[in-house]
């Protein structure tokens, strides 16, 4: 049994479950808010759009992940910009910040010579690097989107399913849609760490799709969400372990696949559920002579 103990006490593996599972509470929080209005691609974009960032500080010998929450601020604040006051649709505005930002990003590390054993952290994520200051920043990051997602669950609600009626009841949808903008924003930013750049919108939408056969309110569906990902977290880096695969790459595929099973499951439960419940046979309608008696 010494080999399936072996990993829990090595302390940077711990360090990177711990730090995973703030990842997944972001993520869970955030996804499933991106599940349902429907911004998947907002997360990818968000999630490349870091790249130039990243360069630049890398650069300029700054921490990393601070050139990234800088780009990804920036790209966020334009598609915001883009959508208010251009003629563009969402998707248009998103797509052509997202080329733009990542072809920059391409650009900037071909003209520097500081990436050969970098690209693959950024791209892909060294969860296994993570420092206590990592820690701290992930646990004050998580408990600021649970805190927005607290104060701000009505408004979420209403702008999500009316933006009218939002405004009618007085919960101004547009600063709703800001703040959701902000917490996705957030959210690849913190797991920039754990999965890089590429993998992001993995964690954050595959254990948000994975608990959605299970639950039926938004405040479950998230905590469930919180648990796939965790698990996910934890056999990833299980994998990485046993098996000598990349970290963050080993995690996002674990999401994805209990995603898949988590659907094939619920699909079986709903068609069992539906062969349980038995229908009565409507009794057959009385015919003239049991009525009159002749």
């Known amino acids: ?43 990818e974009a968000i999630g490349h759009g870091m790249l130039p960032g990243v360069a630049l ?38 797509g052509l910040l997202f080329v733009s930002m990542l072809s920059l990003g391409v650009i900037i590390v071909s003209h520097s010579r500081s990436f050969a054993t970098d690209a693959t952290a950024m791209l892909f994520g060294d969860i296994l690097a993570m420092d206590d200051g990592d820690l701290l920043g992930l646990l004050m990051a998580a408990t600021a989107t649970i805190s927005i997602a607290v104060i701000l669950h009505r408004n979420f609600v209403a702008a999500a399913f009316d933006t009218r009626i939002a405004q009618t009841l007085g919960l101004r949808p547009h600063v709703a849609q800001l703040a959701l903008v902000g917490l996705v924003t957030l959210a690849v930013v913190s797991s920039y760490q ?51 695969t990349a970290a963050g790459a080993s995690i996002a595929m674990a999401a994805i696949a209990l995603a898949a099973l988590s659907g094939i499951g619920g699909h079986l439960y709903a068609g069992r559920s539906t062969r349980a419940v038995k229908i009565p046979e409507p009794e057959p309608a009385p015919d003239f002579v049991s009525l009159t008696g002749k």
């Open 57 to 94: 500080a890398t650069v300029a010998g700054a921490p990393a992940i601070a050139g990234g929450a800088v780009s990804a601020i920036v790209m966020s604040a334009m598609i915001s910009l883009l959508q208010r006051r251009g003629r563009l649709s969402y998707d248009t505005s998103i």
């Open 1 to 43: 049994m010494h080999w399936l103990t072996e990993p829990f006490t090595a302390d940077f593996f711990l360090r990177a479950l711990v730090g995973g599972a703030f990842v997944a509470i972001i993520c869970g929080v955030v996804g499933t808010w991106v599940i349902i209005r429907g911004m998947a691609f907002l997360g």
């Open 194 to 244: 754990a999965v890089g750049s590429l993998l992001v919108v993995g964690l954050l939408l595959a254990p948000a799709v994975a608990a959605s056969p299970w639950t039926r309110s938004i405040p479950a569906r998230m905590t469930v969400a919180v648990a796939f990902g965790t698990v996910a977290v934890a056999l990833g880096l299980l994998c990485s372990w046993y098996a000598g």
